[in-house]
């Protein structure tokens, strides 16, 4: 698979996610939220010729991967979500069913060191007859999105740091396109250059950190407000609300809520959130860790100016609650409530500037 350049420092952004944004594809992209790129091969054909223009064979494929790397990720979280909801039973053989298709030619070892490798293809042979419909044949292995989507995927389902690079491609003459994944730490100690310069510009648990955020729904609608106030919401599914000022952060896990508040932080409207609802849904909080990492996300709504309340407060987490150092916390009983009092904040804090 061909080479990307040696010199991270040249096309390595501080926000993790600054070339995809750049390109039109940011996380909250229509694109990024839409599996058109793996069933539509005209779009993605010319998907690859203004990538392949506009970024060069250099930068072209680092985005390439990127791409497929979150929409494997999200697709993972996906599956997982509903083998959760559904309390069924999967193997890695429901990968057929995910946007991209993808075919092991042999069951998942290891080696002493417990690493997991696995080899496979990808029958549909999708990018590679988009890319040659538009850019001809290649010299090397070209499946970057593919390699980046089955990555993604793999380090989703199997909480492993998995790496995939194509070894056989169809847009050079092969009969298939063939993938190979093992393990970074196995990567790294073969020294294999083209993964070790992958690795240094994708960072994959920023990735996987996004895919597994909740959605973000966004709205100014008062009426929408105004039935989570009569109690018409649905808890049941993470999501985080904005209606104008005020915002409902879902708390279901400690990594999410870390990691949507990091992701929120990079969005230039954050500023315009006066009030941010956080609901811990009676998910139990200890005093340790939990507590901890809750302050860390008060701290940083407080970095925002804006006010924190929580609601969904267990009895097993009334210690903790007690615990943290805010002296105006607001705490609220019900949902509901919680967000009326949101809005009541928001509208005093607008009337003082």
């Known amino acids: 698979m061909r080479q990307p350049p040696k010199s991270p420092t040249q096309i390595e952004p501080v926000d993790p996610f600054e070339m995809l944004t750049q390109l039109g594809f940011g996380p909250d992209t229509l694109l990024m939220n839409d599996p058109k790129l793996f069933v539509d ?7 690859l010729a203004e990538l392949d223009d506009e970024l060069g064979e250099e930068k072209g494929p680092v985005a390439l991967f990127q791409i497929g790397l979150l929409h494997g990720f999200r697709d ?15 193997t890695a053989e429901a990968a057929d069913t995910t946007s991209l298709v993808m075919q092991w030619t042999s069951g998942a070892t290891s080696d002493d060191a417990g690493r997991i490798f696995l080899s496979g293809y990808w029958p549909e042979r999708h990018e590679a007859t988009s890319r040659c419909s538009r850019l001809g044949a290649a010299a090397e292995p070209s499946c970057w999105m593919s390699a980046g989507y089955t990555t993604g995927w793999l380090c989703g389902t199997l909480d492993r740091s998995i790496i995939v690079r194509e070894v056989e491609c169809a847009a050079t003459g092969a ?18 250059a083209d993964i070790e310069s992958l690795l240094s510009r994708v960072p994959i648990d920023a990735f996987r950190k996004m895919a597994t955020s909740p959605p973000i729904e966004r709205t100014s609608d008062p009426a929408d407000a105004a039935a989570v106030i009569e109690g018409n919401f649905d808890r049941s599914q993470p999501v985080v609300h904005i209606w104008g000022p005020v915002m409902v952060l879902p708390f279901t896990t400690l990594d999410e809520a870390l990691g949507t508040v990091d992701m929120l932080g990079r969005d230039p409207g954050i500023r315009e959130i006066r009030a941010v609802v956080v609901d811990l849904r009676e998910h139990p909080l200890d005093e340790g860790f939990g507590a901890a ?8 709504i407080e970095s925002w100016n804006a006010q924190s309340l929580i609601t969904g407060v267990s009895a097993e987490s009334e210690s903790a609650i007690a615990s943290l150092e805010s002296s105006h916390l607001v705490l609220r009983k019900d949902l509901p409530e919680a967000i009326a009092t949101a809005f009541q904040i928001s509208d005093a804090q607008r009337h003082l500037l």
């Open 41 to 47: 091969g005209r779009f993605l054909a010319m998907l």
């Open 76 to 90: 993972a979280v996906r599956m997982s979500r509903e083998h959760d909801d559904a309390a069924s039973t999967r």
């Open 175 to 192: 009969e298939a396109c063939r993938f190979e994944a093992r393990e970074s730490a196995d990567w790294l100690q073969r020294k294999e």
């Open 293 to 300: 990492a809750l302050e860390q996300i008060l701290e940083t």
